[in-house]
């Protein structure tokens, strides 16, 4: 069964103080993991696809990284704007279903 | 941002009326997906089309129904509604087979089942 966990499901940290999400995955085959930023009250906002294994990608202070079973978000010397809900997904080939994760709780402090 | 919206943006019904959700997209996107977001359980999947009047279902699909009648409009219809699908509600587009099959999604409709 195709499955997702993020872990932790809440992180608190200083302005400046930088940290990884992790998003772990089973699925039959992977054909994407994408990261989503979801503001309250607001829909998940697309951040990243990932493909493959070894694969990476970068914006602003969000690098997103991709192993075979997991991916992690890490997030370099965030700032209090940074603080939101960050969920995972994965694709699996063949499949036109996307699983999400229960997602993340960002708070940076200034 | 792409382009979709959904309405209304907050419903509040009693329980057994039926209720219609829109989602309205001008990205001529192939693929609509209809979502439910609850505490704990992250976002699941209700139906998604794949095409005009091509719908199936996702693993929470029992009380709801959609329709796909045009390209840009997906609806999803709670026949009766009742307190457990008080929840809120995203639709989602993608472009699957175009290359990328990314999701892109809409600002939600808060339903209230009373």
């Known amino acids: 069964e195709d499955q997702v966990t993020q872990s932790p499901e809440a992180l608190r940290l200083q302005e400046g103080e930088s940290s990884s999400l992790n998003c772990s995955y089973t699925v039959s085959g992977l054909r994407g993991l994408f990261w989503y930023r979801q503001d309250p009250g607001k829909g998940p906002e697309f951040l990243f696809t990932l493909y493959s294994a070894g694969e990476e990608k970068e914006k602003e202070r969000l690098k997103a990284t991709l192993t075979k079973k997991e991916s992690f978000l890490h997030i370099t010397a965030p700032k209090p704007e940074d603080s939101a809900t960050y969920l995972c997904?994965?694709?699996?080939?063949?499949?036109?279903?996307?699983?999400f994760g229960t997602g993340t709780s960002l708070t940076v402090i200034p | 941002d792409a382009g979709i919206t959904q309405s209304p943006r907050h419903k509040v019904t009693e329980t057994g009326t039926p209720v219609t959700l829109r989602c309205h997209q001008t990205e001529n996107h192939r693929y609509m997906y209809w979502y439910r977001q609850d505490p704990g359980h992250g976002l699941r999947l209700i139906h998604y089309?794949?095409?005009?009047?091509?719908?199936d279902k996702g693993e929470v699909s029992d009380g709801y129904s959609v329709s796909r009648s045009k390209t840009e409009d997906f609806l999803l219809t709670l026949e009766s509604a009742t307190s457990s699908q008080t929840s809120v509600y995203f639709c989602?587009?993608?472009?699957?087979?175009?290359?990328?099959?990314?999701?892109?999604f809409g600002p939600g409709t808060r339903l209230t089942v009373l």
């Open positions: 089309s794949y095409g005009v009047k091509d719908t």
């Open positions: 989602a587009i993608s472009d699957v087979g175009a290359g990328t099959d990314t999701q892109y």
């Open positions: 997904a994965v694709q699996a080939k063949g499949g036109n279903q996307f699983y």
